[in-house]
């Protein structure tokens, strides 16, 4: 079973490599194909020895191997974040069709969380197919039944529409389609669930950010972040979460 963890690791090391591609081109409307990978800085291809997922960064000493401009900590982090998802989702599921599917999720939300953070915007572009995608497959790997899906991504996506209406603009669309993509592949219960701990985690941070002074009243914090961890709660923990509330309740 190790080599077959460490398989996924480096999997997930190379996938990740290309979601760095995929946040850094996708907002700027740049195709995550072609031209072939550059530095930020001096304009020169990177070789593709010098583009080997975290080890390249290390052997380089994080910076460009032909101008020595510091290249961000961002991108092997995202690599070994992925790379440990993927990990987690083996471990988690083992070698079942549903960690494919939840390592594929885990991929998406890694692009929407650091596409969020920079920009405070969740891509229609991720999030439209990903309905589809949900409704269609989430039945399959999830066992939700397609009903259920459906029900989750009609619950998400209007409870929080409904929220956008009544606070005016105080939800953005981008979240509204992204909790009801969540809601196609994982159902209503698990949706709740997300919203419920991205929320409370969303209150706790913007709490820390406010009492620290590092943020004011009106300060935008993006929540798609908080909503991707309360989706990752509800993967992977959720089953565990919805037994222990049933055992107390009863």
Same mark, same amino acid.
């Given at each position: ?5 460490? +398989? ?49 960064? *290390? ?80 039945? *399959? ?23 956008? +209406? ?24 698990? +949706? ?11 209150? *706790? ?46």
């Amino acid at each position: 079973m190790l080599v077959i963890y460490l +398989v996924v690791f480096m999997f997930g090391l190379v996938v990740g490599s290309f979601l760095n591609v995929c946040i850094y081109r996708l907002p700027l409307g740049k195709s995550i194909v072609s031209p072939p990978s550059a530095c930020p800085a001096c304009g020169t291809q990177i070789k593709p020895y010098h583009n080997i997922p975290v080890f390249s960064y *290390l052997f380089l000493g994080g910076k460009c191997a032909y101008c020595g401009e510091p290249i961000s900590v961002r991108y092997p982090a995202i690599e070994l974040l992925n790379a440990l998802g993927y990990t987690a989702a083996v471990y988690r599921f083992g070698a079942d069709p549903k960690a494919f599917l939840v390592m594929l999720l885990f991929s998406v939300f890694v692009v929407i969380t650091f596409i969020d953070l920079k920009y405070q915007i969740i891509p229609d572009y991720i999030t439209l197919p990903g309905i589809v995608f949900g409704l269609a497959f989430g039945p *399959l790997f999830f066992n939700t039944g397609f009903i259920n899906s459906l029900v989750g991504a009609v619950a998400g996506g209007g409870l929080f529409f409904l929220i956008a +209406v009544v606070s005016r603009g105080g939800m953005g669309g981008g979240d509204i389609k992204f909790i009801a993509m969540v809601g196609a592949f994982l159902g209503w219960r698990p +949706v709740l669930m997300t919203i419920f701990f991205g929320s409370l985690l969303g209150a *706790l941070v913007g709490a820390g950010l406010l009492i620290s002074k590092k943020a004011g009243r009106k300060t935008p914090i993006p929540f798609g972040p908080f909503l991707v961890a309360g989706a990752l709660i509800s993967i992977f923990f959720g089953e565990n979460i919805l037994d222990f509330y049933l055992n107390i309740g009863g």
